[in-house]
């Protein structure tokens, strides 16, 4: 089956189009996805027949560094006997089996659990989105600009509007890693903050707005229509919630 990463965040990373942090968790995730890694390797190799023609420019550094780790991972330091890892793997199944029951017999501590390390993942990449250079891969306040640069690079329609007139104006888009999800983020400008407005599809049925804060930022998150939004600032949370309404009207 085809990974969700190799259809949004593999070529962006190929061409050099992804921070630092989203190309990170990229590189992450090559670790364990074989679809992504094969790609790559298949890109660096159309690259480098490329090499013969007018048309080559070099490959990043990291990408070689991320393949080569794949191709060549670390060996373990000492084999596993049989019985011991027999053993093991009976014990891990049990585990996983009392998780599972407790998981389903606690679906309001589940919904916490996702909230806390939702709010966690979303407030270190809006936090990292603010250093130099790492806002935006496409700085344009025109819908249409930041739509062309979208374009074929999500699996889903990303609402992409200017709020400019309501306050809150489009700065741009970029494509960002969330726990092991490539999300879609917005960016709003207030004139004393910035909005970063996560945006990624999801298979759960619609909720209402929750708000939230960690470490003085605030964040709202909601699902409509199988798309999950999360907006995140450190401005006012009558700021955030007056552009949730925008994004539902
Ligand atoms: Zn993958």
């Given at each position: 089956m085809k990974c969700n990463f190799a259809d949004t965040l593999l070529q962006c990373y190929f061409d050099g189009e992804l921070s630092g942090r989203a190309a990170a968790g990229f590189e992450r995730h090559v670790q364990h996805c074989a679809h992504c890694a094969t790609e790559l390797v298949d890109l660096d190799l159309l690259r480098g027949s490329l090499?013969?023609?007018?048309?080559y420019k070099p490959a990043p550094a990291s990408l070689r560094r991320t393949i080569n780790a794949y191709i060549h991972p670390v060996a373990p330091s000492k084999a596993v006997s049989q019985p011991l890892l027999w053993h093991w793997l009976a014990a891990a199944a049990a585990m996983l089996l009392i998780g599972i029951v407790l998981w389903k017999a606690s679906p309001g501590l589940r919904s916490d659990d996702y909230q806390a390390e939702l709010a966690g993942e979303i407030v270190d990449a809006h936090v990292y989105s603010l250093?130099?250079?790492?806002?935006?891969s496409t700085s344009s306040n025109d819908e249409q600009d930041v739509k062309g640069w979208f374009k074929g690079k999500l699996t889903f329609a990303l609402p992409i509007r200017d709020f400019a007139n309501d306050g809150f104006a489009l700065q741009g888009g970029r494509l960002d890693v969330v726990g092991e999800r490539s999300v879609a983020v917005l960016v709003y400008a207030r004139p004393e903050h910035l909005i970063n407005v996560f945006i990624w599809p999801t298979r759960e049925r619609d909720t209402s707005p929750r708000v939230g804060s960690r470490q003085d930022y605030q964040w709202i998150d909601w699902r409509k229509g199988k798309i999950e939004f999360c907006i995140v600032s450190d401005g006012p949370t009558a700021d955030l919630q007056q552009l949730q309404r925008l994004f539902t009207k």
């Open positions: 090499q013969l023609t007018q048309l250093l130099p250079g790492h806002l935006t």
